[in-house]
């Protein structure tokens, strides 16, 4: 059996100890965390700034939307493309952007930490969020189903009947089977 040397015994030093133990590791966190917010009050966007970006994010969802969209996934991508990329002026569409600004209205909001862009409209009467910034960026979060584009009656005379009468061509098509209740009585063969 081995003896116990004293010599090769290294004892740690006093930051090796704050590092091991709990409270340092704490202590850490809490000083990244502070640092962390710190940076994120110092750098959130402003409200103009965080407007432009999404008008900018909203008129590249215009031009990235001429097909009809397969999933949610696609826009997931798209909303992180537009979130660095600025929209291709010469790609604007003067009637789908009069239509959606018509009918959908962007607010900004500016927290202590953050921003948030929220569009309101008929569909969504309290809003979506649309971009949320942070350490100096936006965020786009707009999908194409968030815009409204048009409005138009859901139905139409109030007055009119659902279910319109159906006009009988005048030839002769064949008379009606003689079509009696069917009650089962049973196995036959028994």
């Known amino acids: 059996m081995e003896q116990f040397n004293r010599n090769t015994y290294k004892k740690q030093n006093l930051s090796q100890e704050f590092f091991h133990s709990c409270l340092g590791k704490i202590i850490i966190l809490a000083v990244v965390g502070i640092i962390l917010a710190i940076t994120a009050i110092m750098t959130v966007p402003t409200e103009e700034f965080t407007m432009t970006e999404t008008e900018d994010n909203v008129r590249q969802c215009l031009q990235d939307n001429d097909s009809i969209k397969g999933d949610i996934i696609d826009e997931m991508v798209w909303n992180i493309g537009r979130t660095f990329t600025q929209a291709d002026s010469a790609l604007d ?89 069917y009650h089962y009585k049973g196995n036959p063969d028994d």
């Not at 600004?101 to 930490?113: L, P, Q, S, V």
């Open 93 to 181: 569409n003067k009637e789908v952007l009069e239509a959606c600004w018509k009918y959908n209205k962007i607010e900004t909001y500016r927290h202590t930490f953050y921003s948030t862009a929220r569009i309101r409209n008929n569909t969504h009467t309290e809003g979506v969020r649309v971009g949320f910034g942070i350490f100096g960026i936006v965020i786009s979060t707009v999908y194409y189903s968030d815009l409204v584009m048009n409005l138009g009656p859901v139905r139409g005379k109030y007055n009119q009947r659902l279910i319109q009468d159906v006009a009988v061509p005048d030839e002769y098509i064949g008379d009606n089977p003689n079509i009696k209740p």
